[in-house]
């Protein structure tokens, strides 16, 4: 019997998306960011990183300086996911004091 559990095919590929649009935003590729992000929203609408892909969304909006655009998505994190492990991460992005 193989000790390894099951690869959990659905997840690998969410998180690999997440993974691109974190490297890319690393190297400033922010089209690339884009791409991977739309990517995992479009496959996985309700995926189970929905939470971080969000967060990731909020990086890119900053980091193409669209402000006004990152404060309402992260406005609508606090407000889908008051509890989030994920909120510290958004608060710290876009502070609630503005």
């Not at 995926?47 to 990731?56: I, K, S």
């Amino acid at each position: 019997m193989d000790p390894r559990p099951p690869i959990d095919r659905a997840l690998a590929t969410e998180r690999r998306l997440l993974l691109e649009a974190i490297e890319a935003l690393r190297r400033g590729a922010l089209p690339a960011a884009q791409r991977a992000l739309d990517a995992h929203d479009a496959q996985f609408p309700a995926g189970r990183l929905v939470e971080e892909a969000a967060v990731l969304r909020i990086r890119l909006l900053l980091a193409e300086g669209r402000l006004e655009h990152a404060r309402d998505a992260a406005d609508a994190f606090r407000r889908r996911a008051p509890d989030s492990l994920f909120r510290p991460a958004v608060d710290a992005l876009v502070p609630l004091d503005r």
